[in-house]
């Protein structure tokens, strides 16, 4: 009898691939290097096998990482615009921007080599993580909030340069430093 590949993974199973995706995400963000997968098994509490049953290549964990951590950025906006004021929920959104960022540290090698050879969608990420700005900014307009006037490209340039000259986690103060200046140009002018 042949298995079906479209059944659900085991509980067990999708458990392990979350809690690997979640160490990964952790200790890429830590790392200086891109740590080696049997380190990510290690902290995850799994053997390699089940690390490469789930993710068979590094590319295939970084592309995983990458994905989430692209969904949660864009997710985590509108979560936050339906909680706060959107002046609040931009500059929480641009804490999790930080935190993406800086997941990219243990994986910036492979990470740059696929979006050199098209693996993963460069393009895609920033139409996402623009969307996802303006949606912000169009809601702050809106209430007075925020300048209209402010494109969602600028305030990217802007995250990027914080995150440049004040990379997390290390730099955590200057950075937030840093945003709450950016916030201040974005506020409307008295």
Do not use: C
Request: aromatic share 4%; net charge negative.
């Amino acid at each position: 009898m042949k298995r079906s590949d479209t059944r659900a993974p085991r509980a067990d199973a999708s458990r392990n691939r979350r809690q690997l995706l979640e160490v990964a995400t952790r200790v890429f963000a830590s790392a200086e290097t891109e740590p080696s997968l049997r380190e990510v098994a290690r902290e995850a509490g799994v053997g390699i096998a089940t690390l490469y049953r789930h993710f068979p290549t590094r590319e295939d964990l970084v592309a995983a990482v990458y994905g989430d951590q692209v969904q949660r950025l864009t997710d985590g906006a509108r979560r936050l615009l339906a909680e706060l004021p959107p002046a609040e929920a931009l500059r929480r959104w641009m804490d999790l921007f930080g935190d993406w960022v800086a997941t990219k540290n243990g994986m910036l090698g492979t990470l740059l080599t696929m979006i050199e050879s098209g693996e993963i969608a460069h393009a895609r990420t920033h139409a996402d993580l623009i969307a996802a700005i303006e949606e912000v900014l169009r809601a702050g307009d809106a209430a007075g909030e925020l300048r209209g006037d402010v494109a969602a490209e600028d305030v990217a340039a802007g995250l990027i340069g914080v995150f440049t000259v004040a990379p997390l986690p290390e730099h955590g103060a200057r950075a937030g430093r840093l945003l709450d200046v950016l916030m201040r140009g974005l506020r409307p002018e008295a």
